[in-house]
Structures are given as C-alpha cells and as structure tokens.
T-cell receptor
Framework: GAGVSQSPSNKVTEKGKDVELRCDPI?????LYWYRQSLGQGLEFLIY????????KSGLPSDRFSAERTGGSVSTLTIQRTQQEDSAVYLC?????????????FGDGTRLSIL | GENVEQHPSTLSVQEGDSAVIKCTYS??????FPWYKQELGKGPQLIID?????GEKKDQRIAVTLNKTAKHFSLHITETQPEDSAVYFC??????????FGSGTQLTVLP
C-alpha cells in the first residue's frame, strides 16, 4: 500500500522484556516521527528523524527508549526493560519535509500492552 | 514549549447540524495548525491544515479559521453526517516538525 506501515499491530509482553516496534514510511518521505498515545489521551511527541539522523530526541521519556533509522527508510523504536506505564499505542508518521512545512501522515500504530 | 488546549472534550450534534471545535495555543512562533480525525483502532488522518499566513481555509464541508492575535483556531464541520463521528485532534507546531496535540474531541453525530 501507499501509506505508513507499522508492525506489529499488537504486542503483548511481560514487564522487564525488551520490545522492538517497526515503521515503514511512505516511499520518498525523508522525515519520520514517533508519537505515543496513551488510552483516551492526545499524542505525545517522542522523536523525529530527518534522513537517518535524529535532530530532535527531546520527547523520549527515559533512557530505556531508543530509536534508529537506516537507509533513510525503515525505523525501529526499541523499549528496554518495559514497564507497565509503557502500555500505549505507538504511532509513526512520515512527511516529505523538504522545506520543513509538510503534513505528517500517520500509520495505524502498534498497540503495546505490558503485563 | 508549546501548549495546546482543545474544547469541548465531547460534542454531540444532530445529523445535518454544524459542529465547531476550538483550540488555543501558547507559542506565538507556531505557524502550522493541522486537524486530524481518528477513528477507533486507526491512526490519525489529516483532514485539513492551515498556515499562519492564512486566516481561513475551506475544503467542502470542513473549514478552519485562525486568529493569530488571540492565538486560537477552530474547526467547523457543516451538514454533519454519521460518518463524521470520530475523535478530532488539533495540533500546532513551528514548521510542521514536532507537533503538539490537543487532548481531542469525541464528536458524535446523532441520526
């Protein structure tokens, strides 16, 4: 399809385990964003990539969270030693961002549940 | 940093009536204001956006107005239909990079 693709769509894991969430942006989009949406809440910015570099990591909630992007395309968000408060929907978006003023298009998210 | 407040949190209207959702922002340097519609189990879908050099923008039944002086912007949906029922989010940013979102409005269109 032509949209942002995220996998897995759902993930259930035990507290203390590590998880990896994947995002495949729209082809040709150079900018990629991760957000977190807790139940019934708005979206919280986590990190932004321009190409493979992350000029803005200000939203990562702790050092247990990290993200990388390779080849200017796919990104993975990794949460180490998961805690119950990490349970949320993790959303990825991408944009053309050639002039920093392009709309962000979202995937359907990964629903993460920490038992 | 930016702070966006959104009202109301829930809104019910009769089919065919208009719906208005309002947002205020705190950062006078914000210049990009998108609105997203989110259906259950789906990601947010961009429905309209406005930049700070424009006061109003329309797209069929949807319009957005921006008052930079007062730092508020509004979404107007006319002739509402049941399929308009969803959660709507406003957002603000400098240069469409880090978006700061409002807390959302659950719109219900009653048949």
């Amino acid at each position: 399809g032509a949209g942002v693709s995220q996998s897995p769509s759902n993930k259930v894991t035990e507290k203390g385990k590590d998880v990896e969430l994947r995002c495949d942006p729209i082809s040709g989009h150079t900018a990629l964003y991760w957000y977190r949406q807790s139940l019934g809440q708005g979206l919280e910015f986590l990190i932004y990539f321009q190409g493979n570099s992350a000029p803005d990591k200000s939203g990562l909630p702790s050092d247990r969270f990290s993200a990388e992007r390779t080849g200017g395309s796919v990104s993975t968000l990794t949460i180490q030693r998961t805690q119950q408060e990490d349970s949320a929907v993790y959303l990825c978006a991408s944009s053309l961002d050639r002039i920093g003023n392009q709309p962000q298009h979202f995937g359907d998210g990964t629903r993460l549940s920490i038992l | 940093g930016e702070n966006v407040e959104q009202h109301p949190s829930t809104l019910s209207v009769q089919e065919g009536d208009s719906a208005v959702i309002k947002c205020t922002y705190s950062d006078s340097a914000s210049n990009y204001f998108p609105w997203y519609k989110q259906e259950l189990g789906k990601g947010p879908q961009l429905i309209i956006d406005i930049r700070s050099n424009v006061g109003e923008k329309k797209d069929q039944r949807i319009a957005v107005t921006l008052n930079k002086t007062a730092k508020h912007f509004s979404l107007h949906i006319t002739e509402t239909q049941p399929e308009d029922s969803a959660v709507y989010f406003c957002a603000a940013s400098r240069s469409a990079r880090q978006l700061t979102f409002g807390s959302g409005t659950q719109l219900t269109v009653l048949p």
